[in-house]
């Protein structure tokens, strides 16, 4: 009876490894992209099985989805090189070895020693105002990692922008899948409202929120249903800096006012979080959608 989960374990750990090999050193660029996107697919319903899904809707959403429709878009751009001979080499193929020996040696502890910190992380739950650990965790405990995070969307939608696309004509919108979006974005945006309101008791929050509206907006600008998303359009600027932007500020306030940075004044950590959930929802949706539908043809010198 216990065979079961164990080959269960080793068979998706397997399958993850072999695909993310299978990207990287796919015979053609068309093939390396499925083999990304099965791997973020793959990836999503790991967390899943470990009983994560808002891990797992960000990976599947901005992964699999966003990413993917990114490099068919660039692979559609320079077209399909065909077949390149695999060419191992031996440098790179050590460090992989070296780098996977370490962190075995490294996690192995861990596997056979129970961790303090989820017990310290519950016990000091009730302080976060917030009843979902994760949220307590990436906005109070580690609020630093989602502050980069942002900021690390934030430079590669301006580093994209150092790119000069080719500009083409806009494909003719499938008819089935403009008659579908019509239904299917209304319940993305409702989905992503519900996300985002359930983030402080539940599994969810600004990542999966702004993926949702972000799928939805590609959607409709896919089929030409949504105006083009520009740049130049203010709006669309003050979205894109205002999660990082406000994040920065309760970081700089907290500082000046409070017990250091990024340490909520008692009482107030369940209104700044929510706060800064929904702000970096918008700016989450807004960078990805630039990212994935943005205008193209205003990056022309």
């Not at 306030?253 to 008692?266: E, H, I, S």
Request: glycine share 10%; hydrophobic share 55%.
């Amino acid at each position: 009876m216990m065979g079961g989960p164990w080959l269960f374990d080793i068979a998706l750990g397997v399958l993850l490894v072999v695909l993310a090999i299978a990207s990287i050193h796919a015979r053609n660029l068309y093939a390396g992209v499925v083999m990304f996107i099965s791997f973020g697919l793959v990836a999503a319903l790991t967390w899943t099985y470990l009983g994560a899904p808002d891990l797992a809707l960000a990976e599947a959403a901005i992964s699999a989805g966003l990413t993917g429709v990114l490099l068919f878009a660039a692979l559609a751009r320079i077209g399909n090189t065909g077949s390149t001979p695999f060419t191992p080499r031996r440098l790179p193929a050590l460090l992989c070895l070296a780098v996977a020996g370490l962190l075995m040696v490294t996690l192995w502890p861990l596997a056979r020693n129970p961790s303090v910190l989820p017990g310290m992380a519950m016990a000091n739950l009730p302080r976060t105002g917030v009843d979902n650990p994760v949220t307590g965790v990436l906005l109070n405990f580690r609020a630093w990692d989602t502050l980069l995070e942002l900021a690390v969307l934030l430079v590669a939608l301006l580093g994209s922008r150092g790119l000069r696309p080719t500009p083409e004509e806009e494909p003719v919108p499938w008819p089935l899948l403009t008659a579908w979006s019509r239904l299917l974005v209304p319940l993305l945006t409702l989905f992503g409202g519900y996300l985002l309101w359930r983030g402080g008791n539940w599994p969810g929050g600004a990542f999966q929120a702004g993926a949702m509206l972000a799928a939805g907006a590609v959607l409709l600008r896919l089929n030409g249903l949504l105006p083009e998303v520009a740049w130049r359009n203010p709006v669309v600027r003050g979205l894109t800096i205002a999660g990082l932007a406000l994040f920065a500020t309760i970081a700089a306030l907290t500082a000046w006012l409070g017990d250091g940075w990024l340490n909520y004044p008692p009482g107030t950590d369940n209104a700044l979080m929510m706060l800064i959930e929904i702000i970096a929802t918008l700016s989450i949706a807004t960078v990805l959608t630039l990212l994935v539908a943005g205008n193209k043809t205003e990056l022309e010198p």
